[in-house]
C-alpha cells in the first residue's frame, strides 16, 4: 500500500465527521507528515488521495441498494465541497469514462465495486450523475470499445456478450456490440411467443447460481424476459411505455442476501416505474428497520410471495438451487488481483494488500483473453 492509499483510508475512517474545507484540508496535510513525509503535500499527491479516498466510498458497496448509494453519494458531494476543482472534481471528471470502461471488462482496480448487468449500470450512472457529473453512456461505450481493441479480445465473442449485456440498449447502434445487442432483443425477445418466454423465464430462474458475498448478482437476460412476459407495465401506477422507465424491482432487495430470501427469482420480481420504485424502497427500509424481529419480517414477506406469486409452482428456490462458493486454495502458485505479484502461501498480496487467487484462476484467464 503506498502513501497515498494509506492516507486516503485514514481520511475515509474520519471522513463523515469532517465539517468544512480547512479542516479537511489541513487533515490531509497533517496525515500526509504523520506517515512519513515531511514535505509539503504537491498537487498530483492530493489528487490521488481525493481519488483513494472516493474508492472508499464505493469499494464493496451494492450498487443496487438505494441506501449504500446515497451514503456515498453524500460523501463524494461533501468531499467535493471540501477540495478545489482541480484537487478532485476537474481530474475525477476527466477520467471517469476510464474508470467506467474498468469496471465493465471487470479490470481490479483501486475501486474495489462490481458490475454485472445493465440495471447495476445504470444504478452507477445515475449514482454519479447525481452528484453534479457529466457522463455520456455513448462516450462510455466507445471508451469500452477503445479498450477492447486494446486489449486484443474485439473479436472474443464471449466478451462482446457480456459487454452488450452489462450496457444495454447503449450498445445498439454500436458497430462492435451492436449485433450481439439487437439480436439478444430481437430474436430473443420479439421472436419468442408468451408460452415461449415463460419457459425460457422458468429455465433461467432454475439454474443454480453461485451467491458472492452470500448475495446473488441480477441477471439481466432474466430482467428482460420478466419486462417482455408482463409488457413492461407498472403493477402499482398501470404507466408502461419508455417513457414511464419501468424497472424490476425485488421485493426482498438482493442487498440483503440469500439467507434472507433475496432471490433473483420472479417470485421475488414485480415492475415499477421509477418513481413507485423509489417510493416501494423508501416504505420497505422504513417497514425494515421498524420491525422488531428484522429475520421474521423478511420470512413472513417469503412466505407471503410464496402463496401468491404464480411462479411458485414452476420454480424451486430450495437450498439446491446454489452453489456454494468454492474454497480457495493458498497452498500453491498464487497471483495478487491487483498488481499481479506471485505467491506462495499467503491470503493477501504482501505488496498492495489486495487479494490473492491460484494463478490457474478463470479470472485471470478472462483478462489474459
Known amino acids: ?13 474520519r471522513f463523515n465527521d469532517i465539517t468544512s474545507k480547512d479542516e479537511f484540508q489541513s ?45 456515498a453519494e453524500e460523501q463524494t458531494r461533501n468531499l467535493i465541497k471540501f477540495t478545489d476543482n482541480d484537487q478532485f472534481a ?97 430474436f430473443w425477445l420479439s421472436k ?10 422458468i429455465e433461467r430462474a432454475q439454474r443454480a447460481r453461485i451467491p458472492v458475498d452470500g448475495k446473488l448478482a441480477r441477471d439481466y437476460q432474466l430482467a428482460l424476459l420478466f419486462k417482455k412476459y408482463y409488457k413492461a407495465e407498472c ?16 421485493k426482498i432487495p438482493l442487498s440483503l442476501g440469500v439467507d434472507n430470501f433475496a432471490f ?9 416505474c421509477h418513481t413507485c420504485h423509489k417510493r416501494y424502497e423508501a416504505k420497505f427500509d422504513k417497514d425494515y428497520r421498524k420491525s422488531k424481529d428484522p429475520s421474521k419480517f423478511l420470512e413472513r414477506k417469503h412466505k407471503s410471495q410464496l402463496r401468491n406469486s404464480p411462479w411458485s ?6 437450498p ?20 499481479r505479484r506471485q505467491y506462495k502461501g499467503v491470503e493477501l498480496c504482501k505488496k498492495c494488500g489486495g487479494a490473492v487467487r491460484p494463478i490457474e484462476d478463470p479470472l485471470f484467464k478472462s483478462w489474459k483473453k
Not at 419468442?192 to 423465464?201: A, D, F, Q
Not at 433473483?264 to 415499477?272: C, G, K, Q, R, Y
Not at 409452482?313 to 430450495?318: A, E, N, Q, R, S
Not at 462458493?325 to 488481483?337: A, E, V
Request: proline letters at 2%; glycine letters at 6%.
Open 192 to 201: 419468442l411467443s408468451r408460452t415461449e418466454i415463460k419457459e425460457r423465464i
Open 235 to 250: 403493477v402499482t401506477c398501470g404507466a408502461k411505455g419508455h417513457k414511464a422507465n419501468i424497472e424490476v424491482s425485488h
Open 313 to 318: 409452482k414452476f420454480i424451486d428456490l430450495g
Open 90 to 186: 476537474g481530474p475525477w471528471e476527466r477520467g471517469i469514462y476510464r474508470t467506467i470502461a474498468n469496471l465493465v471488462i471487470g479490470k481490479r482496480t483501486n475501486l474495489n465495486l462490481s458490475i454485472e448487468t445493465f440495471e447495476e449500470f445504470e444504478h452507477l450512472l445515475k449514482s454519479w450523475q447525481s452528484t453534479g457529473v457529466q457522463i455520456n453512456p455513448r462516450k462510455v461505450v466507445n471508451m469500452l470499445a477503445k479498450k477492447t481493441e486494446e486489449g486484443g479480445y474485439a473479436d472474443d465473442q464471449e466478451v462482446r456478450e457480456r459487454y452488450a449485456n452489462i450496457v444495454g440498449p447503449y450498445t445498439s447502434n454500436h458497430k462492435m456490440f451492436g449485433d450481439y445487442y439487437n439480436h439478444s432483443k430481437k
Open 27 to 71: 487533515l490531509v496535510q497533517a496525515y500526509w507528515v504523520q506517515l512519513g513525509d515531511t514535505a509539503k503535500i504537491n498537487l498530483t499527491n492530493f489528487r490521488q488521495i481525493c481519488f483513494e479516498l472516493w474508492c472508499c466510498f464505493y469499494s464493496h458497496s451494492d450498487i443496487s441498494s438505494a441506501k449504500q448509494r446515497n451514503a
Open 1 to 13: 500500500m503506498n502513501l497515498e492509499q494509506e492516507v486516503g483510508r485514514r481520511l475515509h475512517s
Open 320 to 339: 439446491s438451487r446454489t452453489k456454494k462458493t468454492p474454497k480457495i486454495d493458498y497452498s500453491g502458485k498464487l497471483k495478487c488481483i491487483n498488481c
Open 264 to 272: 433473483d427469482s420472479p417470485i421475488n420480481m414485480e415492475l415499477l
